[in-house]
């Protein structure tokens, strides 16, 4: 008997984890469900189906809006449900037999989770990333396709790094911290800072 899975998100994101899990878990059932968000950001609630079921999982397809709290949130939904949310490792990923990846995290196509690292749950992986060996990456944060993060560097929950962003070994990147202009960073990063393209030195917003 197949076992089910609903994919909660939206837009092309949804339609691509969708196809990711149909390559990852070719034997499972997928149902999609749009949850679309109002003018005030409320999620439609309401789409998502009555979930049940001992072979039920689910898995939220949702991008990094408001440091990822909202994926977060969509996560506690089901989470409060009682649904279980095993990570979507892409095919061609590459995870160490030492590492732990946590619940409702993705790590994606050609990504290399060295040994000893510890994905925390709700976290992104994206497409080719590198983590060198112990590595720590906290809940819910985002780290871009291409992101390299050296040997027992850690990074804070609600983190997000983009594209062509490099962390040295044993770097400290705080909590709710983003880091989205390319460059190699060698130096710790304290918690609330973001680095930003359109912005010519970071900006630490306290609380933040």
């Known amino acids: 008997m197949s076992s089910e899975k609903?994919?909660?998100?939206?837009?092309?994101?949804l339609q691509w984890a969708l196809a990711a899990w149909a390559e990852a878990a070719p034997d499972t059932v997928l149902h999609p469900v749009d949850v679309g968000q109002?003018?005030?950001?409320?999620?439609?609630?309401?789409?998502?189906?009555?979930?049940?079921?001992?072979?039920t999982t689910a898995f939220v397809a949702w991008g990094?809006?408001?440091?990822?709290?909202?994926?977060?949130?969509?996560?506690?939904?089901?989470?409060?449900?009682?649904i279980k949310l095993p990570p979507l490792i892409c095919r061609g990923a590459t995870v160490a037999p030492t590492a732990k990846v946590g619940e409702n995290c993705m790590v994606g196509a050609g990504a290399?989770?060295?040994?000893?690292?510890?994905?925390?749950?709700?976290?992104?992986?994206?497409?080719?990333?590198?983590?060198?060996?112990?590595?720590?990456?906290?809940?819910?944060?985002?780290i871009d396709a291409g992101v390299f993060i050296?040997?027992?560097?850690?990074?804070?929950?609600?983190?997000?790094?983009g594209r062509r962003v490099d962390i040295a070994a044993g770097v400290r990147v705080g909590k709710r911290c983003t880091v989205d202009v390319p460059g190699c960073y060698r130096s710790d990063i304290a918690v609330g800072t973001h680095h930003l393209a359109t912005l010519r030195t970071p900006v630490v917003i306290i609380d933040g």
Not at 64 to 82: C, T
Not at 150 to 161: F, K, R
Request: aromatic share 10%; with cysteine.
């Open 6 to 13: 609903y994919l909660i998100g939206s837009g092309a994101l």
């Open 38 to 55: 109002d003018q005030d950001y409320r999620f439609d609630l309401g789409a998502l189906p009555a979930l049940a079921g001992a072979d």
């Open 150 to 161: 050296g040997a027992q560097a850690v990074i804070g929950s609600h983190a997000t790094l």
């Open 112 to 142: 290399i989770v060295g040994a000893h690292c510890d994905i925390a749950y709700n976290a992104w992986i994206g497409t080719a990333a590198v983590l060198e060996h112990g590595a720590k990456i906290g809940a819910s944060s985002w």
């Open 64 to 82: 990094p809006q408001f440091l990822n709290f909202r994926r977060l949130e969509l996560m506690g939904e089901l989470k409060s449900r009682g």
